[in-house]
């Protein structure tokens, strides 16, 4: 255990038991992938992950207080030999089999003062900017510190920075979170913005900056509204080379318009995303992309990309925690061959001479949940997702079908 760890830890056994909650989330998860690919057409894996997680608020006498969060993980592989390792879930050694089993840990110290709380450790984060994702069976995380302040009536206040992350199939802290073509393997990722805070209001935005270091600076903004049935979501990255450019010179901008309507049970949103630049719209982290098309598989990011997404989604009147989500997305209009010369870019599409020019792919999610809403059982989740992805040569990502079957069971206290 470091010595972080070890101290958040100390201070969880010393708050009340009232402060201090405990959770424990059992992920049971099966990846299969079939690729259209003459080298590796298979790629499954099946693995039982364990995610505990502690907390205390911080202690302490008026305005000031001192707590902190401590979080493990262990990994098992069920099946994902015979060559088919390779979908995320499990990490490799170095004849590219999976792991039987990985486990890591972390923990973060909290201070508060005030309607104001730093966290300083290894922890998730949920910005526009650096979102670590939970896609696998084991979240990201990302070390640095994080302040949020409520101080402004109705706004949230971010500022952080990062220098060490962890990625899904890893035990290490010590790795880098990488995009299309940049990565924080030569710095880390600073940020700050402010947020809409008030769920129960009719509109809401956020207006963020932040740098990757020696790569990019990056602003984004957002603007939503709800009315009755109906509600709009548009979001816009603008991302400009900083620095060292090691990532070559990036001037790219991306935008996403979201409409939705509600009708009882049903649901249906269209989309629309364009990215705008010679390079892709680029991203560290997981999630650290909140334009509407990104889907399942793909991004639909490509540079001078455009793409239209049809959403629609069922919630079960007759059996309660039941719900059912089609997608399709189409993007055309991919013109990789003007990326900078020298570039992390230009490495996308210079292997064949065909790629780049006239990309066009589309993509298809289907997912259905069950969770259990009482009883013995309560909270358990059902997952079951199905994903096709077809692209031309020249949009160069691989042609799959894939299907997630996750089975995930919470549990949580206090002490």
């Known amino acids: 255990m470091s010595r972080m760890a070890a101290l958040v830890a100390c201070m969880l056994a010393c708050t009340s038991a009232q402060a ?157 979170f990488a995009g299309y073509g940049a990565s924080t393997r030569h710095g880390g990722l600073s940020l700050a913005g402010l947020r809409r805070a008030k769920p129960s209001s009719a509109w809401g935005g956020a207006l963020y900056a932040g740098r990757l270091d020696d790569a990019w600076d990056q602003a984004y903004a957002n603007l939503n509204a709800h009315l009755g049935r109906w509600s709009v979501d548009a979001n816009l990255y603008r991302t400009r080379d900083s620095g060292a450019e090691r990532a070559g010179a990036i001037d790219t901008l991306a935008y996403s318009l979201l409409g939705s309507l509600k009708l009882g049970d049903h649901g249906l949103s269209l989309g629309y995303q364009r990215v705008e630049g010679n390079t892709p719209f680029d991203f560290v982290g997981g999630d650290s992309i909140y334009l509407a098309n990104s889907a399942k598989y793909a991004d639909f990011n490509g540079p001078g990309e455009r793409s239209w997404q049809l959403r629609y989604q069922w919630t079960s009147p007759a059996l309660p925690g039941l719900s059912l989500a089609a997608r399709y997305v189409r993007g055309s209009g991919i013109d990789g061959t003007r990326a900078p010369s020298g570039g992390a870019y230009q490495a996308l599409y210079a292997d064949l001479p065909r790629q780049g020019r006239g990309g066009r792919h589309w993509e298809r999610d289907l997912d259905l949940r069950y969770e259990v809403q009482s009883g013995p059982a309560r909270d358990l989740a059902l997952s079951l997702a199905h994903v096709s992805h077809r692209a031309n040569a020249a949009q160069g990502s691989a042609d799959l079908d894939r299907v997630y079957l996750i089975l995930e069971y919470p549990l949580s206290g206090s002490f």
């Open 20 to 176: 201090a909650e405990w959770s424990l989330l059992a992920r049971n998860y099966l990846l299969h992938n079939e690729l259209h690919e003459p080298d590796q057409s298979l790629r499954q894996e099946w693995a039982q992950g364990f995610i505990v997680n502690a907390s205390g608020e911080p202690f302490g006498r008026g305005e000031l207080g001192l707590g902190g969060e401590i979080h493990g993980f262990l990994g098992l592989k069920l099946d994902g030999g015979r060559g088919h390792a390779g979908t995320g879930l499990l990490p490799l050694d170095s004849r590219g089999t999976a792991e039987d089993n990985y486990a890591s840990a972390g923990a973060a110290l909290h201070l508060r003062w005030g309607e104001n709380r730093l966290r300083y450790g290894e922890m998730t984060v949920e910005t526009p900017l650096l979102d670590t994702g939970d896609k696998r069976l084991q979240p990201e995380y990302a070390n640095g510190w994080l302040l949020d302040s409520h101080a402004l009536d109705g706004l949230l206040l971010q500022a952080g920075r990062f220098t060490a992350f962890k990625n899904q199939d890893a035990s290490t802290a010590h790795g880098d």
